[in-house]
């Protein structure tokens, strides 16, 4: 029964469901599933509303700063990946700020995995907001959050909106040699063009 939690979580239950059975078996909270994530990583990973999280967090705070799985995952980092909900990334930045500037496998912190899945612009400012500084950062294969929008497609608000906080990026080259503006299927005007 305990397992249940990881499955109602995984299956988008609702707070109430989450509620009852972690009152019905409080460890759950803290039970890995066969990938090794905790219940809260895998709401953020199957996009859980803002109550199913704030439930889990509020049951297992720590969860929010456990790396979980081969990849060294945070919640955050499948949050972001998988577009979750944005009240959802607040509370989990709200529980472990210090989340937005992890790195986990790949050298991919929450703002790359936002930009390189096409997350919507709410998401991407909140990631932002908890870590200017990582506009700047590249991943192990040299791709800024930028060259990771623009490469594969993410929505043109997000590009605008990291190029408008890093305009440097649109002439920085990753590790194979190639310019953001080179990746992408238009040309960006940079300020001032």
């Known amino acids: 029964m305990p397992r249940a939690c990881a499955q109602a979580v995984s299956n988008n239950a609702d707070g109430a469901v989450v509620q009852a059975l972690l009152d019905a078996h409080p460890s759950a909270v803290r039970e890995l599933d066969a990938r090794g994530y905790l219940p809260l990583h895998l709401a953020a990973q199957h996009g859980a509303c803002g109550d199913v999280v704030h439930r889990l967090l509020f049951a297992y705070h720590d969860a929010a700063w456990t790396a979980c799985g081969w990849r060294k995952d945070l919640p955050i980092h499948l949050a972001a990946e998988h577009q979750a909900p944005t009240e959802a990334v607040e509370l989990l930045l709200y529980v472990y700020p ?34 200017p500084q990582l506009v700047e950062v590249e991943n192990d294969a040299g791709d800024l959050p930028l060259h ?46």
């Open 98 to 131: 210090e989340g937005a500037e992890v790195v986990r496998h790949g050298g991919e912190c929450p703002l790359h995995l936002a930009a390189a899945h096409k997350a919507p612009l709410p998401l991407v400012q909140a990631l932002f907001e908890a870590a």
């Open 148 to 193: 990771l929008a623009v490469e594969r497609t993410a929505p043109s608000a997000v590009i605008d909106y990291l190029l408008e906080k890093y305009p440097e990026a649109w002439k920085r080259y990753n590790k194979y040699s190639t310019r953001a503006e080179a990746m992408g299927d238009k040309k960006l005007l940079l300020p001032g063009e």
